[in-house]
């Protein structure tokens, strides 16, 4: 995570920020390194809990607006620990927003294309790590980074998500059959250009 890098020669980092991590210190720089996973860990559980009793687009709405807040709170930290609670956050919101996109595949996408959606995904880490790696080594400020290519792309996403996207029909069924139509059937069209390709009775 270059983030944390001790270079002082072209960039800011939080180990410049708000280093030396030296001596008694220098334990400090790899505890914060870990809080992304000990956020992941929170948020795979919290997940787990709520993403069958809740639904999946709650889970994944609530997931991005805590992904955004860390992030956020990360850009403008003026502490140390105020930038490590952000990190824990994000770490939370992101990596369970990543698992629940792969439930959205499962249970949404048709066989056929959810092998090419799921290379996307991965496609788009790979390339989105290249770039932020790039940008980061162009202008040489870590917060500017984390709002350019991960607070506002997290608030678009919420919005996104939030306001259109529907919660899958395997979760659905459990509340109404008529929402759950709804999504199938709107599923149907995007994939296959059908009008109302089920019915009640297909339920």
Same mark, same amino acid.
């Given at each position: 995570m270059t983030y944390f890098t001790k270079n002082k020669e072209k960039i800011q980092s939080i180990a410049t920020d708000y280093g030396p991590f030296i001596c008694e210190d220098e334990y400090l720089l790899d505890m914060i390194k870990s809080f992304p996973y000990f956020g992941s860990l929170i948020g795979f559980i919290l997940a787990a809990l %709520?993403?069958?009793?809740?639904?999946?687009?709650? %889970?994944?709405?609530?997931?991005?607006?805590?992904? %955004?807040?860390?992030?956020?709170l990360m850009s403008i930290g003026f502490n140390l620990w105020m930038i490590s609670i952000g990190v824990i956050m994000a770490g939370a919101g992101i990596n369970v927003c990543s698992a629940i996109c792969f439930v959205y595949l499962g249970e949404v996408v048709e066989t056929v294309k959810r092998q090419k959606y799921s290379i996307l995904i991965q496609i788009s880490y790979t390339l989105g790590t290249m770039f932020l790696t790039g940008l980061y080594y162009l202008t040489g400020q870590w917060r500017i980074n984390t709002i350019i290519l991960q607070t506002i792309p997290l608030a678009i996403t919420f919005f996104f998500f939030t306001f259109y996207v529907e919660d899958t029909p395997l979760y659905l069924l459990k509340l109404s059959n008529e929402k759950a139509l709804k999504v199938f059937n709107r599923i149907g069209y995007i994939n296959y250009g059908i009008k109302d390709i089920l019915t009640e009775k297909d339920l």
């Open positions: %709520t993403s069958d009793k809740m639904g999946r687009k709650l %889970t994944m709405s609530v997931s991005l607006a805590i992904a %955004t807040l860390g992030s956020l």
